[in-house]
């Protein structure tokens, strides 16, 4: 069993910046692909990020490329989502995501094994 705690959501103006963690329970993280996804009212999840286990392979939504970066530390059993130059429309609840058995699970959600509670990320205009 896996568990994801994710935290660092909160209240942000438009061009601010916040940082997300993820904190992973397992013996195995170094072993996990990760996945970040956020979920807005009244629409679906939606893919925001991805790393492969060994942090070789990353890729982004098209919507936050370029603003938003994902990272690891298997050391810390941890993943990262840095995100700047926020935007109102990405408020939404971010969840961490971890896949057991890939290297690299990229943006279907059915491909991932556990899912996090999510953390409230909300950006003002």
């Known amino acids: 069993q896996v568990q994801l705690v994710e935290s660092g959501g909160g209240l942000v103006q438009a061009g601010g910046s916040l940082r997300l963690s993820c904190a992973a329970s397992g013996r195995t993280f170094s072993s996990y692909a990760m996945g970040w996804f956020r979920q807005a009212p009244g629409k679906e999840r939606e893919f925001v990020a991805a790393?492969?286990?060994?942090?070789?392979?990353?890729g982004y939504a098209d919507s936050v490329k370029g603003r938003f970066t994902i990272s690891r530390d298997n050391a810390k059993n941890m993943v990262y989502l840095q995100m700047n130059s926020l935007k109102p429309e990405d408020t939404a609840v971010y969840y961490c995501?971890?896949?057991?058995?890939?290297?690299?699970?990229?943006?279907?959600?059915?491909?991932?094994?556990?899912w996090g509670q999510g953390t409230q990320v909300t950006v003002s205009s």
């Open positions: 995501a971890a896949a057991t058995s890939r290297y690299y699970a990229g943006e279907v959600p059915g491909r991932y094994d556990y």
């Open positions: 790393i492969s286990w060994s942090g070789g392979s990353i």
